[in-house]
């Protein structure tokens, strides 16, 4: 159903909302909130603390005060609280508060504290007279993601006009398997998670709509597994001498986690079946070399191998470091870059070189499986950062040879149990150890206040020659959430450091040319602080690179945060990382405080798995994971599970499912199919 078929739903709105990738009536409800905003009892000025935002019951002193600065009117108050201690209060743009809200009259002030200097402030707060507040105590207000032009209300407005018009998603789960997994109603979690009346319904809701989501990927990733049969391989790989004489001039021994691996690809790529293989491993394990040791098997055996990555950076970068490497050792093999920002003639020599099957080594993005890329004898695919490449995308890669080998990398820490139910078509190979000459990171957990030191830290390496990379969860100022955001920072940061030191932001919104001339001005030392998002989550290797600061490290679990991490400790420098909190909840503290003690990223992710619990439902994203709309791999692992279990007893038909329920629930899956699998990386 289209949106303007909704009461009140022009196209005006209809634009906005498309920006937000809402194009549908099923897309609206289905465009869950990110977080939760609890309306809480006020408390009194000395109660402030390190809270974000409060509720605070007061009187305005006297006359609001209006203040222009530029096109903006500044409203400033002062507000004191019944035990006579006062607080600055501002609004922006909202002239007529100034006649609504006057002296000696007591309101509820709700709003975000922004510390200026020495000062606190309450910014921008909503207004109640205390009858109207009490309505709204303890009260769960959803929080979107929005764009400019798109507010709550006007996403809670939409919400509720569609169901009083009676829109309905369609129930695709059999009564009696809800029952047995105490999953309520579809369209009761729908409505339950956007107007959630407590922390219980909306936990139920949560979990029936995880459920769902973890039911329709793995149901569809079961289906294309079983449309594929075991394939036999016309490419059976013996090891190379060439080989064997590279590794034994690299300047390090491999690891016995790496040896294994390799002996295990190797059996693989060996045997008369094709190699389905993911190697596993923290970042900095060494899974790069493993798989240009394979690559070097099947390039001297006579084919052509392809290295696959996430960007255009790492692509780059892969291509260079292999290059040089080749170029050092006297290995004659020829390497070809393909990335989307080639010119169109660099692109038709690339196509030219692979066809003719000069280009032996091909490295590049998802230039690499585009229609116009056509191989001699592709015979081995590897692709890394598992998590950023589905099913699909390697299917497509296999396609362009006959019937190539496959092996995918990926240093996303996921558990065993878990990466058997999501990587169900893939032998799984693990490396624990790190390279003998890595320095473990050091690591603290401070909260806000540390934040001069951490400065004069990354001045002190920045004029040691290192560069530093600070990361923050938003791109640009959230009204709602004081959370450090990247634009506004980097400048702070330029104002706060010394001239000499170099600062740029780069975050995912930008456009690619220039994320790429930024990453590649950070990798060549030209940029000493790099202010981002989590986008270099998967970004360049810069040994150079010795701090690693996250702000607002609350909110991203933990196995995000020790994916950024990996992007220190790659030289031969001693590298730390700073975890700043806004939070100093002990139990917050203490989840933090798992990162000082532990670099393996497979322990941190059971430890956060078990701190956090399955149904912690805030924070409901973890950087790095697949993009959900609500599940979470780690947190909900238990519903993984569950959904394994029912999807084991469709498929041995333990269920009695009527022909009706079926026909809705694969109309349901095609759907699915249709909308989501690209977003996911299906």
Known sequence: MQLTQLKGVGEKTRELFEKLGIHTVEDLLTYYPRDYDEYQPPITIGEIDNKIVAAIEGVIVKKLDIQRKGKLQVIKGLI???????????????????????????YVFRGRLKRMGNEIQLQQPETFPLGKYEEKLLSMQPVYSLTKGVTNHLIQKCIRTALEQGIVLDEFLPVHIRQNYNLIGRMEAVEMLHFPKDRDGLHRARHRLVFDEFFL?????????????????????????????????????????????????RSDLGSANVMNRLIQGDVGSGKTIL?????????????????????EVLARQHYISIKEMFDEYNVPIQIQLLTGSMTAKEKRMAYEEIEQGRAQ????????????????????VVTDEQHRFGVRQRENLAQKGNSPHIMVMSATPIPRSLAIVLYGDLDVSVIRELPANRLPIKNCVVDTSF????????????????????ICPMVEENEELDIENVIDYAKMLEEQLPSTVRVQYLHGKMKNDLKNQIMEDFARGEIQVLVSTTVVEVGVNVPNATVMMVENAERFGLAGLHQLRGRVG?????????????????ETMDRLEILNHSNDGFEIAREDLKLRGPGDFFGMRQS?????????????????????????ELKEDKWDIEEGQWQVLHAVLEQYQKNSLEKLNI
């Open 80 to 106: 004191r609280d019944n035990r006579g201690e006062t607080l600055p209060v501002t609004w922006f743009n909202m002239p007529f508060l100034r006649q609504t809200l006057q002296p000696g009259f007591r």
């Open 217 to 265: 990927f793995l149901y569809t990733l079961q289906t294309m597994k079983e449309s594929g049969v075991t394939a036999k391989s016309p490419y059976v790989i013996v090891p190379a001498k060439q080989t064997e004489e590279f590794q034994r001039k690299l300047p390090f021994e491999l690891t016995r986690g790496q040896q294994k691996a390799l002996s295990q690809i």
């Open 291 to 311: 798989s240009v040791l394979a690559l070097m098997d099947v390039i001297f055996a006579g084919y052509q191998g392809a290295l696959m990555a996430p960007t």
């Open 361 to 380: 080594l091909i490295v590049g993005t998802h230039a690499l499986i585009q229609e116009k890329v056509i191989y001699q004898n592709l015979a081995l």
């Open 451 to 470: 934040r001069p030191n951490a400065y004069q830290f990354i001045t002190k390496q920045a004029a040691q020659g290192h560069q530093a990379y600070i």
């Open 570 to 586: 790659r030289g031969s420098a001693q590298s730390y990382c700073i975890f700043v909190s806004g939070s100093k909840k002990k």
């Open 624 to 648: 790095g994971d697949m993009d959900f709309r609500i599940g979470n791999i780690y947190t909900d692992a238990d519903v993984l599970g569950e959904v394994s279990q029912v999807l084991k």
